[in-house]
């Protein structure tokens, strides 16, 4: 009955579905073998790889190959196996090779065994007595550590396969005749002769039964009692290349991919779900839980994520973009919504659904089953309804608009609510209806529509806040009433009642009226959030955002999970994507397709990254020869400076780690070490020092305090402060009395120098107050302001001619001088003086305080601080008002003196007409005294020579008054000009009234005549 029951139990494995895996490909790093034979971590943590061109050594950053030119007998590596103190044991096509790495040279040291030079090493085991060695055709060597000569030859002649030991220490050996088995000194104990097809290539033992792979299956041989074999029906046609067991799970490398097998159940992975390879012939799970393959053709790869896989482009969706999921029982399995149509997961394998194949060019964006069973679909201006197996549009009279439905909810009446870009509509049987208040608050597009069934009321999140829906009427709440932040994306209530919201700058918790928001300072990494989804085993929420996917609870953002993760990528798409289901599986729609992940396995203990400490040095002397320095090492202060070489491993995620340490007693802060990089510090002060490291994966830290480097610098007795001391003392005692005598002679200097320094003071004071009295008591106006115009100097000068005294002027903008007839306003001239350092002899009209225009001549200096800015502008001016009045009246003056002197020459010429008249005159009066007779011509000429001098004095009257010449003074000088308008008008009356003094007159005017001629 036993064994019936393990036939059916090979009988009901099943295959995995049609998902993509997020295997890691390692070819954009630098490694291009394609050949893998063997795998293995040593006990540092590297992992090394056997190829078909050599042995690779890699640290999570860089691949260090070595082959024949380092001394490998070939470069075809096809088993590894750890042998004692850091040596690794090769077994290549052409012999047997060890490796021991030297850390402190960062170099391997190989050698070869002779006695396998022409022997292709196809399996090997390390135990504490030697080594195993399993041949190809050659037979089964041991190898002890004692003696590498006297090798012991255990089977001839046969190709050995594979070579383990049980928990007993007994070795067992597959080769290709059978299962052999050997105690720990070589005796044989046992051999199985196995009857399978094809050739035998793996084995796998367990207490009870031991696992068997073969070119045609896997089988399981029962150790007890009779050794019956079972074969795998499954797996019959499979090529089983490696077995091995990890967390109770069957893992099988074959030429088809790689399977598990677990609890009846066989779950397989090959090119169709992601691996980018297959016919594996190594398999590795390193000391982080990671899973790495050694294909024959396709290179190394790597699998951390074995609880989470996806669906994508490669698995057949026509778009990667899934903007919703809901479950379908008609269909047991889940309906997805993308850019392209609908599809449906059923029972692990993706498909097109034949019910909707009408929506194939829609971009769907929610997926709704109601209350009857029917399932709504909405989208870019698309709304149907599926019922009854028919597909129908559906058309809202009340939408006039191109509009995308973004989601739909059934409340507690049976009332159907639409969100769209354009607002919000309802569909009551066959009315629909739209709702214009909501436009009216500045709302354009609702995003979310959740019903509080128990409330009787709707929640709806807008691009312009929350809005409460009860009874028939709207409650606006926006940012003025409270509310952290303005779009709302998604309404969720968790399992405690409490109602979150998702917004651009994280979630908010609401309280009756009362909201809180959580964000970058809680620990979100997202805060762009997508929905929020209740976890009813954990209590906490789910947060889907624009960074991934993030636990969160008692107000504090936990765990994360992104694309370096699994994910298929970091952003959700709408609030409608993701679900978690009963079983706790999380499905989750990205930007890039479907991911699935169990939720236990993202609160998994985090893969420790480990940190090795390769070399610890000091440096001495000039050459800076490096010397080991070990742990509590205590060295002088001579040494110039100490390395460390230091790197860390962590395979899961390598870009995500970072390293970073910190000198106790030196630094205060951890300090980030860059890849590559090493740890050093130059001249430490005396004292006791502990170098610490840790590592930090994202807001993980990883303390390792068993890697704490203790040591000491110690201060050389030269150094002490007691030697110091004494040699100061001796060094100094013969420079004090020079010291000392100096001093003198200094302090007598010092005194001259302190008398001159005071006369020079006193000197300056006297310069000070001079050039300060010369300032003020200056002829011209001197005027200093400042680059906005306020005055900071002012001379007498100045109080003199504008008329402002100086406490009523100072600190005052000079502007209050201005006239508006003058050209040059004075922030004109202060913004001139700045750009060109100086302006000369400007001609100004400014305003004294009485309103007087004063008529000035200015110059204007630019007054510079240190650092060559301009700060004062100085103003030196001159007035020349009483010089131009001067100047006035000099040239006026200088016109009449021209004037006069005209005068002068014309009062000759009329001289001479006159004298002429009388000379006629004075002639005819002696006729006539002579001769009466001549008394009538006395008569005639006398008249008209009268009229003639009256004519020749109306003249010279007529030209007086152009001159107004009528007073003896003339611009403050005493002249002897005479009123010549009264002297003519008196001599007229003369000769008119007085006959005997008119030839008094001309007698001597004639006598005068005579003596001029």
């Known amino acids: 009955m036993r064994y019936l029951t393990l036939l059916i139990l090979f009988m009901v494995v099943y295959p995995a579905g049609s998902q993509t895996y997020p295997f890691k490909t390692y070819a954009d790093k630098g490694f291009n073998a394609n050949q893998i034979f063997a795998l293995y971590q040593d006990k540092t943590g590297y992992i090394w790889i056997g190829t078909g061109v050599g042995v690779v050594r890699y640290d999570a950053r860089e691949f260090r190959p070595f082959s024949v030119e380092n001394g490998l007998p070939a470069n075809e590596v096809l088993v590894l196996t750890p042998g004692d103190s850091n040596t690794i044991w090769i077994g290549t096509a052409l012999g047997l090779a060890s490796m021991k790495w030297d850390y402190n040279q960062n170099q391997p040291v190989m050698s070869t065994q002779s006695f396998f030079k022409r022997f292709s090493i196809s399996a090997l085991w390390h135990t504490p007595r030697g080594l195993w060695v399993g041949t190809r055709r050659n037979g089964l060597y041991f190898l002890p550590h004692s003696d590498s000569i006297n090798i012991t030859t255990l089977r001839e002649k046969v190709s050995v396969k594979e070579i383990k030991a049980d928990v007993q220490g007994n070795i067992w050996v597959l080769d290709d005749t059978g299962l052999s088995q050997f105690d720990p000194k070589g005796k044989h104990i046992a051999h199985y002769t196995l009857k399978i097809k094809g050739r035998l290539k793996t084995f796998l033992f367990t207490p009870q039964q031991i696992w068997l792979g073969a070119s045609s299956g896997l089988y399981k041989l029962q150790r007890h009692p009779d050794g019956r074999l079972f074969p795998a029906k499954r797996l019959l046609k499979a090529d089983i290349n490696r077995l091995t067991l990890h967390h109770a799970s069957l893992w099988i490398a074959a030429d088809k991919g790689l399977y598990r097998l677990n609890n009846g159940s066989l779950q397989g992975w090959n090119r169709t779900n992601g691996m980018p390879g297959v016919d594996i012939r190594a398999m590795l799970f390193d000391q982080e839980d990671n899973l790495w393959l050694g294909s024959y053709n396709r290179g190394l790869f790597s699998f951390n994520n074995r609880r989470i896989y996806s669906y994508t482009e490669k698995d057949g969706l026509a778009s990667p973009v899934v903007n919703g999921i809901a479950y379908d029982p008609a269909i047991r399995g889940r309906l997805l919504a993308t850019d392209k149509g609908i599809y449906r997961i059923v029972n692990g394998r993706l498909s097109r659904d034949p019910r909707f194949r009408a929506l194939d060019d829609e971009i769907i964006w929610f997926i709704y089953p109601d209350r009857e069973g029917r399932l709504w679909f909405g989208g870019e201006d698309i709304l149907a309804r599926y019922d009854k197996g028919e597909l129908k549009r559906i058309r809202l009279q009340s939408l006039q608009v191109e509009s995308t439905f973004i989601d739909m909810a059934e409340d507690h009446e049976g009332i159907y609510w639409f969100a769209t870009t354009v607002g919000l509509f309802s569909l009551n049987k066959k009315e629909d209806k739209t709702y214009p208040e909501i436009a009216g608050h500045n709302i354009r597009s609702v995003w979310d529509i959740t019903p509080l069934k128990d409330k009787k009321e709707l929640l709806i999140g807008t691009d312009n806040g929350l809005v409460r829906y009860k009874n028939g009427a709207f409650q606006f709440i926006q940012q003025q009433d ?434 002429n008249a009388i000379a006629s005159i004075s002639g005819m009066a002696q006729l006539v005294s002579m001769d009466k007779k001549y008394q009538d011509k006395f008569n005639e000429i006398t008249r008209f020579q009268i009229k003639r001098i009256q004519a020749v004095l109306v003249s010279l009257s007529d030209l007086v008054r152009s001159l107004n010449i009528k007073t003896r003074d003339y611009v403050g000088e005493k002249g002897t000009l005479f009123d010549i308008e009264q002297q003519i008008n008196r001599f007229i009356e003369s000769v008119q009234n007085n006959p005997s003094r008119q030839m008094s007159f001309l007698d001597k005017k004639e006598a005068t005549d005579d003596d001029q001629d």
Request: proline letters at 4%; charged letters at 25%; a positive charge.
């Open 482 to 915: 409270g509310l952290p932040d303005r779009a709302i994306y998604t309404i969720t209530r968790d399992t405690q009642g409490i109602i979150w919201l998702g917004a651009d700058r994280g979630i908010i918790k609401m309280n009756g009226d009362q909201f809180r928001l959580y964000g970058r300072s809680n620990g979100l990494n997202g805060t762009i959030i997508a929905q929020i989804l209740p976890d009813p085993k954990r209590g906490g929420i789910w947060i889907c955002s624009d960074e991934g996917l993030q636990y969160f609870r008692n107000g504090k953002a936990g765990l994360s999970v992104t694309k370096t993760d699994g994910l298929v990528g970091n952003e959700f798409t709408t609030q409608n994507a993701s679900m978690l289901d009963t079983s706790g599986r999380l499905w989750l729609g990205l930007f890039g397709g479907l991911t699935v992940l169990e939720s236990d396995w993202v609160f998994r203990p985090m893969p420790q990254p480990k940190i090795i400490i390769h070399k610890a040095s000091r440096l001495t002397g000039r050459s800076r020869t490096a010397e080991p320095l070990k742990r509590g090492d205590s060295f002088t202060r001579l040494h110039p400076g100490i390395l460390f070489d230091v790197q860390g491993l962590y395979y899961y995620n390598p870009e995500a780690l970072i390293l970073e340490y910190r000198l106790n007693n030196l630094d205060n802060n951890w300090i980030e070490l860059p890849p590559g990089s090493r740890i050093r510090y130059n001249s430490l002060a005396p004292g006791a020092y502990t170098l610490q490291l840790r590592a930090r994966v994202g807001e993980t830290v990883f303390h390792f305090p068993q890697l704490d480097f203790p040591f000491t610098v110690r201060q050389p007795f030269w150094l002490s402060w007691w030697f110091i001391f004494i040699m100061i003392v001796l060094v100094t005692l013969p420079f004090i009395w020079y010291f000392r005598y100096k001093a003198h002679q200094i302090a007598a200097v010092n005194r001259a120098l302190q008398e001159k320094i005071s006369q020079s003071t006193r000197e300056l004071e006297l310069t000070g107050a001079l050039l300060a009295n010369i300032v003020e008591h200056s002829g011209h106006m001197l005027i200093t302001v400042d680059m906005k115009g306020r005055i900071i100097t002012w001379n007498k000068r100045a109080e003199e001619v504008f008329n402002y005294p100086k406490s009523h002027i100072l600190h005052k903008s000079i502007d209050v001088l201005d006239s508006p007839e003058d050209a040059w306003p004075f922030e004109k001239i202060i913004r001139k003086a700045a750009q060109n350092d100086v302006i000369r002899m400007l001609e100004l009209r400014k305003k004294s305080s009485d309103g007087r225009i004063v008529e000035l001549v200015a110059s204007a200096t630019a007054l510079k601080d240190k650092k060559g800015n301009v700060s004062l502008i100085n103003l030196n001016m001159e007035d020349f008002s009483e010089h131009n009045r001067d100047l006035e009246d000099r040239i006026n003056r200088e016109r009449l003196l021209a004037g006069i002197e005209a005068l002068n020459r014309l009062l000759a010429t009329l001289s001479h007409y006159i004298n």
